[in-house]
């Protein structure tokens, strides 16, 4: 009868049952109310501003806490509700800055600045999968991530503190010489980020290679494609950047200016201070750490050859970018503009948490196969390495390592700082007293770009073998079989962006200020969209950006309504009101379609589908202007696209289709009222998506799921907001 007893039923699948309602709908459909949303956010500003002679300082210090409470009681009676947006933060941030006027022609400015957060997120998990009979070790408080493809996923977030911060200082001197200004000047950055964060420690299951033929089956019988564990993410990183610059802005003739300059970023690597760093190096055996299997090398203190101590990577000194500008008055109202320079951008210090997710600090494990949702580390045929190995305790050097070992993210020992090369050209026009009109085109190339631990390329993928390929062989098949996953953060992504932007702004006159612009814009680059498709082939990512746009409208403005000549409580309620507007329309984003199965047999799972549509993409897209009910159900058309061939990556593009555009409006009214001399009060009332229009997300877009094709959420709605001030 096409049935499956309920007896194969997998335990922890029908414990996991019991907090599902059924289906509402037609065709298997359940819709459900998600979580509540509770959030509280307290803040608090103070400023300082004082002058004395030729001394003047001024300051401010902001605090914030952001409470957002998860809703763990709606997940009790529906797991499908189970709320992933639990968070608590608090943010302080000092700023201070004194400047100094020596003479006429020689100025001292000096601003440090301090920033701290600390806390971070909050699970919002009922249970944790040992409550339901899966063999393995879980922190406290519980957690769940859990997806079945093209049918439901759960995912409750983590137990996160993360606590970084960094301050600054930065000093510019200026000097008048005739027709030139000089600047000289540098800044110091000290970031900082001590991490305690359970990410993946309560394990992560996948049910998405249709192992019986449809994910929800799998699910149903314990059969997972797909199991992660590691032992969390703590880390203790500093670091500190230096710059330093020199800009001369000369008075040419009166018709033209010139700013030309040279800024110097020397990047010395970051330094994890408990030595919780990691290399890859074929072949090489580790000293710090004797058992560690052959290629896994170490940082710190005590380093092993060939593993920089720091960070992992080497210094770049190099790093110089010259700058240069013009403005060109060509008569009396009109002006060409233009410039170009050389930026360098030091990484972000989350990029580094790969390293602390590695063994034998916070080890990572991620098999793929067909997986026992009950014991997947005996199905895999591998002692159960947690709750021993759990961080954040740091092991001597006989530490023990548990194989496959995966590495969640290594960068290459001659990584390089990300770099940009800009120029824009700007022609303006004034019209009549209060009229601006702009043309301009803007362009860069990125070079030397690194996509870090979030999307990276990896370095251990399974070999395919004609025939002989399987799910279950996957590990047996990898370059080294003693590894697992293994994420590298190369620095040799490349991007470029070109664009065209047309301004019309009205100055502020007569309570009255518009500024209207369009810009037109292709951005291409090679990263993949998860991560390095062809782990040996790059090429293949070549194409049209994840965050490119097309086409953008802009349109803003302030009203300030005339005052009337009234009296009394009438001139109070008349006089003072302001309106503001800003309203955004964009083209979509670009997207790509999935396979949805590995059948390049990579242990990558980022294959794409082959389209079978002939020679025209025409026939997956549908048109845009059916109606919302039409959108959601069938955003492009799915029949053109096919799982990719065996042994390929899929022959479809990068991000070859293109998703829903966006429209909105935002409106405020504002009401100024005088009390005092001193003393006023000020009402807001904020219209947030004003016309409530539906702006919709990207769909589902894995031809392995049965709702291909269909979109599942949107932007916010109309949101209204109402403040009120006292101003003295």
Not at 448 to 458: C, K, M, N, P, V
Not at 655 to 681: H, M
């Amino acid at each position: 009868g096409n049935q499956i007893p309920t007896t194969m039923f997998s335990a922890p699948s029908q414990y996991f049952l019991k907090y599902m309602p059924l289906p509402n709908g037609p065709g298997r459909q359940l819709t459900f109310p998600g979580p509540s949303l509770v959030q509280n956010d307290d803040q608090w500003l103070a400023k300082i501003d004082w002058v004395h002679g030729k001394n003047q300082l001024s300051g401010s210090y902001f605090w914030t806490r952001f409470n957002e409470p998860p809703d763990v009681t709606t997940s009790k009676t529906d797991i499908l509700a189970a709320d992933g947006s639990g968070n608590q933060v608090k943010v302080r941030d000092l700023s201070l800055n004194h400047t100094y006027s020596a003479s006429p022609r020689l100025l001292f400015n000096t601003w440090f600045g301090w920033d701290s957060q600390t806390g971070g997120s909050i699970s919002g998990a009922p249970f944790g999968f040992p409550d339901a009979g899966v063999q393995i070790a879980a922190p406290t408080p519980p957690e769940l991530s859990l997806s079945a493809g093209g049918f439901f996923s759960i995912n409750t977030n983590h137990l996160g503190d993360f606590d970084r911060g960094d301050w600054t200082i930065h000093e510019d001197v200026t000097m008048q010489r005739g027709s030139n200004e000089l600047h000289l000047g540098g800044d110091l950055v000290r970031p900082r980020n001590h991490l305690v964060n359970t990410f993946t420690m309560a394990g992560e299951f996948t049910f998405g290679n249709q192992l019986s033929g449809n994910n929800l089956t799998d699910f149903m019988l314990g059969h997972a494609s797909e199991f992660l564990q590691g032992g969390g993410e703590f880390k203790d990183l500093t670091g500190t950047l230096y710059s330093f610059y020199v800009q001369d802005n000369w008075k040419a003739t009166r018709k033209l200016t010139i700013n030309a300059g040279l800024r110097w970023d020397p990047y010395w690597p970051y330094t994890e201070e408990k030595g919780r760093v990691v290399c890859y190096h074929p072949g090489a055996q580790s000293q710090r750490f004797p058992n560690a299997p052959l290629s896994a090398i170490y940082g710190g203190s005590n380093h092993d050859p060939g593993c920089p101590a720091a960070s992992g990577t080497f210094s770049n000194l190099s790093n110089f970018g010259p700058r240069i500008g013009f403005a060109y008055k060509l008569d009396e109202k009109t002006v060409v503009r233009g410039g170009g320079g050389f930026y360098y951008t030091p990484p972000p210090i989350n990029n580094f948490n790969g390293f602390v997710d590695t063994a034998p600090f916070g080890p990572r494990f991620d098999f793929k196969g067909d997986l026992s949702f009950v014991d997947p580390y005996g199905s895999f045929g591998i002692q159960n390495p947690f709750p021993q190995e759990y961080g954040p305790a740091l092991p001597g050097p006989n530490a023990a390592f548990t194989l496959p070992m995966s590495i969640y993210g290594v960068f290459p020992v001659d990584w390089h700082v990300p770099e940009l090369a800009t120029w824009n050209l700007t022609v303006e026009r004034q019209l009549g007293s209060n009229w601006v009109a702009r043309g301009a085109y803007l362009g860069n190339r990125g070079s030397h770009l690194s996509s870090g631990i979030f999307s990276f390329q990896e370095l251990n993928p399974a070999i395919y073998m004609q025939g002989l390929s399987t799910e279950e062989n996957t590990q047996s098949r990898r370059i080294n079989p003693n590894f697992g996953s293994i994420g590298n953060a190369p620095s040799g992504n490349n991007s470029h962006y070109d664009a065209m932007q047309l301004n019309l702004e009205k100055r502020y006159s007569r309570g009255v200020s518009v500024l209207a612009n369009y810009t037109w814009a292709k951005m291409t680059d090679d990263y993949g969209v998860y991560g390095q498709t062809n782990p040996f082939n790059r090429a293949i990512d070549r194409g049209i950006s994840s965050d490119d746009v097309t086409h953008l409208i802009h349109f803003s403005g302030v009203w300030q309504v005339p005052n009337r000549g009234t009296t009394g409580l009438t001139r109070g309620f008349m006089n003072g009101w302001e309106l503001t507007s800003l309203a955004t329309w964009h083209s979509g984003f670009a997207f790509q379609v999935f396979s949805g199965v590995d059948n390049s047999f990579s242990g990558v799972n980022l294959d794409r589908a082959d389209f079978i549509g002939g020679t025209s993409l025409s026939q997956a897209k549908l048109d845009a202007g059916r109606s919302h009910g039409q959108l959601i159900q069938e955003y492009f058309n799915p029949a053109v696209f096919a799982q990719n061939a065996v042994g390929t990556f899929g022959n479809s593009g990068k991000n070859i289709l293109r998703g829903p555009g966006s429209f909105n409006t935002d409106f405020g009214v504002i009401k100024n009222t005088k009390i005092k001399e001193r003393l006023s009060l000020q009402f807001r009332a904020e219209f947030f998506n004003l016309f409530n229009n539906v702006n919709f997300s990207q769909p589902d877009n894995s031809i392995a799921d049965s709702t291909v094709g269909q979109i599942f959420s949107a932007a916010s709605p109309r949101i209204l907001q109402f403040a009120l001030k006292l101003l003295y």
